[in-house]
């Protein structure tokens, strides 16, 4: 064969060749591009926004999962269901019950679905110690509650908490059930999941991050760049200090008081918390809790934060308070049937 053609051949072969790779190429399906949080002015990822983290995920691992940090899609369905049929039972008048409900389930909101964080769904809120349990410093729940019954009693500096049986006066009940704090540390820190009213709003500054608390309308302030206070000031709340490491918002807080025991943990309550924002929908939250007088260790929790539509509207309880009267006045119908009975 003349040479000429040989290399005319191959030459239109390399081009058939190339013209194959070229359509093949084009017909792959294009990389997804990584996400990239937007940000603000100061280049720090925006945070801004309503949202959410109401889960059925509870915080502790239940035994039932016992040595299993992560739910198959099984488990998952299985769990999510119990966990949604003690509170949304009462609902539906017809479904059938083998428990009693309070009479305000209708009101509770702990979401639909168990928490998941990297495509996995976690059995237990808390992720160390592996075990998925509180390391608690034995009696130190029932010294706190000790040193609310001395600061009920007037105890100088030993606290003010609620002591459970006792309703001598409005001062003796929980600081939530004065409508004075969000119940079940929903305000933080940590800012945990509660029966209803999961939602926060937060709002952005180079200096001063506030996250506004749908629940009792409680509101943080956490300053950027600080110091902390001085020992001698202490907030229901703590003092929130933050700064950034990369895209993350690390959030140290002390300074606590004794009108708050979260978990049984002291005035020396330590906590820090992250918040990164992983995609358009999430920031993924996580916390550590450090108290040598209630813990034997320190341990954490990681959750996300869901964007959820706004705005948050303000909540009213004190103004409607019926409860507080209700208890108070219960408690003297029954001190009045115990001087009755002691004097037959």
Same mark, same amino acid.
């Given at each position: 064969?003349?040479? =000429?053609?040989?290399?005319?051949?191959?030459?239109?072969?390399? %081009?058939?060749?190339?013209?194959?790779?070229?359509?093949?190429?084009?017909?792959?399906? %294009?990389? +997804?591009?990584?996400?990239?949080?937007? =940000?603000?002015?100061?280049?720090?990822?925006?945070? @801004?926004?309503?949202?959410?983290?109401?889960?059925?995920?509870?915080?502790?691992?239940?035994?039932?999962?016992?040595? @299993?940090?992560?739910?198959?899609?099984?488990?998952?369905? +299985?769990?999510?269901?119990?966990?949604?049929?003690?509170?949304?039972?009462?609902?539906?008048?017809?479904?059938?019950?083998?428990?009693?409900?309070? *009479?305000?389930?209708?009101?509770?909101?702990?979401? @639909?679905?168990?928490? &998941?964080?990297?495509?996995? &769904? =976690?059995?237990?809120?808390?992720?160390?110690?592996?075990?998925? +349990?509180?390391?608690?410093?034995?009696?130190? =729940?029932?010294?706190?509650?000790?040193?609310?019954?001395?600061?009920?009693?007037?105890?100088?500096?030993?606290?003010?908490? %609620?002591?459970?049986?006792?309703?001598?006066?409005?001062?003796?009940?929980?600081?939530?059930?004065?409508?004075?704090?969000?119940?079940?540390?929903?305000?933080?820190?940590? #800012?945990?999941?509660?029966?209803?009213?999961?939602? *926060?709003?937060?709002? @952005?500054?180079?200096?001063?991050?506030?996250?506004?608390?749908?629940?009792?309308?409680?509101?943080?302030?956490?300053? #950027?760049?600080?110091?902390?206070?001085?020992?001698?000031?202490?907030?229901?709340?703590?003092?929130?200090?933050?700064?950034?490491?990369?895209?993350?918002?690390?959030?140290?807080?002390?300074?606590?008081?004794?009108?708050?025991?979260?978990?049984?943990?002291?005035?020396?309550?330590?906590? #820090?918390?992250?918040?990164?924002?992983?995609?358009?929908?999430?920031?993924?939250?996580?916390?550590?809790?450090?108290?040598? +007088?209630?813990?034997?260790?320190?341990?954490?929790?990681? *959750?996300?934060?869901?964007?959820?539509?706004?705005?948050?509207?303000?909540?009213?309880?004190?103004?409607?308070?019926?409860?507080?009267?209700?208890?108070?006045?219960?408690?003297?119908?029954?001190?009045?049937?115990?001087?009755?009975?002691?004097?037959?």
């Amino acid at each position: 064969m003349n040479s =000429r053609w040989i290399c005319v051949a191959a030459t239109g072969a390399l %081009a058939v060749a190339s013209a194959f790779a070229q359509s093949a190429a084009d017909s792959k399906p %294009a990389s +997804k591009k990584a996400w990239s949080a937007p =940000r603000l002015a100061d280049g720090h990822p925006d945070l @801004q926004g309503t949202w959410t983290n109401a889960t059925l995920t509870p915080l502790e691992r239940p035994a039932q999962f016992a040595n @299993q940090p992560f739910l198959t899609k099984e488990e998952t369905a +299985k769990a999510e269901a119990q966990a949604r049929g003690l509170y949304t039972d009462v609902r539906n008048p017809n479904a059938e019950r083998d428990r009693d409900h309070a *009479y305000n389930s209708l009101f509770f909101d702990r979401g @639909q679905n168990y928490a &998941v964080v990297d495509g996995q &769904v =976690r059995s237990s809120l808390i992720v160390d110690p592996p075990d998925g +349990k509180i390391p608690r410093v034995p009696g130190a =729940r029932a010294m706190a509650l000790r040193r609310a019954a001395a600061a009920a009693a007037g105890d100088e500096g030993a606290g003010a908490q %609620a002591v459970i049986g006792r309703f001598d006066s409005v001062k003796d009940r929980p600081l939530g059930e004065r409508c004075l704090l969000g119940f079940g540390s929903t305000s933080g820190p940590p #800012m945990m999941p509660v029966l209803y009213n999961n939602n *926060y709003q937060i709002v @952005q500054t180079p200096d001063r991050i506030m996250i506004l608390v749908e629940m009792v309308h409680d509101v943080r302030l956490i300053r #950027m760049n600080s110091e902390h206070l001085p020992g001698s000031i202490r907030k229901w709340l703590g003092d929130s200090v933050g700064h950034w490491e990369g895209d993350t918002l690390l959030v140290d807080t002390t300074n606590f008081t004794d009108k708050t025991h979260y978990q049984g943990a002291t005035r020396d309550l330590h906590v #820090m918390e992250r918040f990164k924002r992983v995609d358009d929908h999430t920031i993924l939250y996580r916390f550590t809790v450090e108290d040598p +007088k209630a813990f034997t260790r320190a341990w954490s929790a990681e *959750y996300p934060f869901l964007a959820t539509p706004g705005p948050i509207y303000e909540y009213a309880c004190h103004e409607g308070n019926y409860a507080m009267p209700d208890i108070l006045g219960g408690a003297r119908k029954e001190d009045d049937a115990a001087k009755k009975g002691s004097t037959k």
